[in-house]
């Protein structure tokens, strides 16, 4: 079993549900859902361009996944993060926008947030030693040669390539896309997510998910809210 410290909006969020609605899967209860009907792409298309984040569910990589380090249990970690969580103020982002990371689409902030640089830093290092080092297969699933000299340190410290000054915050909702179809996967969900895109994001809660065994539909097994934002004095 797997473990990874994910960003998800509730359960009942609208979002969540239009998401759910887009990947065909809800990963707090690992429903299937019915993808909707698209005018550019057939529902078999839509489903294989759209597997990969199926398989994970809708949301934001904090503390990505890991097996559990030697000696330590998944009541321990739930605490630990129950715990970061009480540390840390709910926040909301002003905008999250479509866009797209090379051949993949997302929902992505419109502007760099000190509050979500300051969440996924404190996850990666708080919660580090509950992950157990990587394997050489692991390693290699990342091609460290593609990789930038900060990731592949990122990738052998922390087990991840991609966090503190190389963390870009992103929910995907697609896997790669060709580019001659990348116009129309535009169109696709900018309609989809008209009334989301473009809107401020409320983060009131980390969400441990799991991955059963490799290759697994990830689940969400526990949610910890994050504490009620500070109110500012005023003169």
């Known amino acids: 079993m797997r473990y990874a410290i994910y960003f998800t909006p509730p359960a009942d969020d ?3 549900r239009k998401a759910a609605h887009w990947l065909g899967r809800d990963a707090f209860d690992g429903a299937a859902i019915a993808q909707p009907s698209s005018e550019h792409f057939g529902q078999q298309a839509l489903a294989e361009l759209t597997a990969d984040p199926r398989r994970y569910g809708f949301h934001g990589t904090l503390k990505a996944p890991f097996m559990l380090a030697e000696g330590k249990t998944e009541a321990e ?16 982002l002003p ?3 479509l866009g797209r990371l090379g051949p993949f689409f997302a929902l992505v902030p419109a502007e760099w947030s000190a509050e979500l640089q300051l969440l996924c830093d404190t996850a990666v290092m708080r919660l580090e030693s509950f992950r157990a080092p990587l394997n050489e297969a692991d390693i290699a699933r990342r091609q460290p040669e593609k990789l930038s000299e900060s990731q592949r340190e990122n990738l052998r410290t922390w ?9 870009r915050f992103h929910m995907t909702l697609t896997g790669p896309v060709p580019p001659e179809q990348q116009p129309f996967m535009q169109q696709e969900l900018d309609r989809h997510f008209a009334g989301h895109a473009n809107e401020p994001l409320e983060f009131s809660q980390l969400a441990l998910f799991i991955e059963p065994e490799r290759g697994a539909p ?3 097994r526990h949610v910890a809210k994050l504490a009620e934002p500070k109110l500012r004095k005023t003169a």
Do not use: M, R, W
Not at 80 to 89: G, I, K, T
Not at 159 to 167: A, I, N, Q, S
């Open 77 to 92: 970690l739930v605490e630990a993060l129950d715990l970061l969580a009480s540390d840390l103020p709910a926040f909301t």
């Open 218 to 220: 990830f689940l969400v």
């Open 14 to 16: 609208p979002l969540t």
């Open 95 to 97: 905008q999250i926008v």
């Open 159 to 167: 087990g991840y390539p991609y966090v503190f000054e190389d963390f």
